[in-house]
């Protein structure tokens, strides 16, 4: 085994198991902003009014730090050479990082961390789609059983899922992945424009 293929399976590997730590953050980040109640519930431990705005602080943070890792991994994975070296559930994980991304969107720029801000439901149903996306792409096509499995257990069902939707499986797989590039990623980028629009009405301006 020569230094190339060490280094192309060294490549694969930390993508894959980047992108399968990035599904399970997404997750992580719609836990973490569903349980505001509970946050509150244990405010009344804090005895200092300083305490408790960091508090509040760290339970929003965290939720947006979750929000872009996930959309940096899928923004990283959104990539036709690397979708074709390694398992994406497609088009389920792209669709996913473009809600996740309009999401995030929502709670930086237009009050979507507030409880009481009519954006923050529409924030989380956008994450909690999302997730069911990954979710069902990454147990159903992902990490589906293998072909030992089905060389003992032959199933057109699980067959159907690893070649059609897996973005590494030749030939439908890769032009499911070609198919969803052309779509996810320009959606993605304007999701980009839209934040750094966003950015810039919410920036004041400065007197001169």
């Given amino acids: ?118 954006n923050y439901k529409t924030a989380i149903w956008l994450i909690f789609v999302a997730n069911l996306l990954n979710v069902f792409g990454f147990t159903f096509v992902m990490e589906a059983p293998g072909e030992e499995y089905l060389s003992l257990h032959p199933s057109a069902f699980w067959t159907y899922l690893q070649t059609h939707f897996r973005s590494n499986a030749i030939p439908h797989g890769i032009e499911l992945a070609q198919i969803t590039f052309y779509i996810c990623f320009p959606l993605l980028l304007a999701v980009f424009v839209w934040g750094f629009v966003s950015f810039l009405k919410s920036s004041p301006e400065k007197n001169g």
Avoid: C
């Fill in 1 to 118: 085994m020569n230094e190339h293929v060490i280094s192309k399976a060294l490549e694969i590997w930390s993508l894959q198991t980047m992108l399968d730590v990035s599904i399970i953050i997404g997750m992580l980040a719609l836990g973490l902003a569903i349980v505001q109640k509970y946050y509150s519930s244990l405010e009344k431990y804090l005895t200092l009014r300083v305490s408790i705005e960091i508090w509040q602080l760290i339970t929003i943070l965290l939720t947006d730090i979750f929000l872009v890792i996930t959309v940096v991994v899928g923004f990283l994975i959104l990539n036709p050479d690397i979708m074709a070296d390694i398992k994406v559930a497609v088009p389920f994980t792209p669709v996913a990082t473009v809600l996740f991304a309009v999401a995030l969107i929502l709670r930086l720029f237009y009050g979507g961390h507030k409880s009481e801000n009519k």
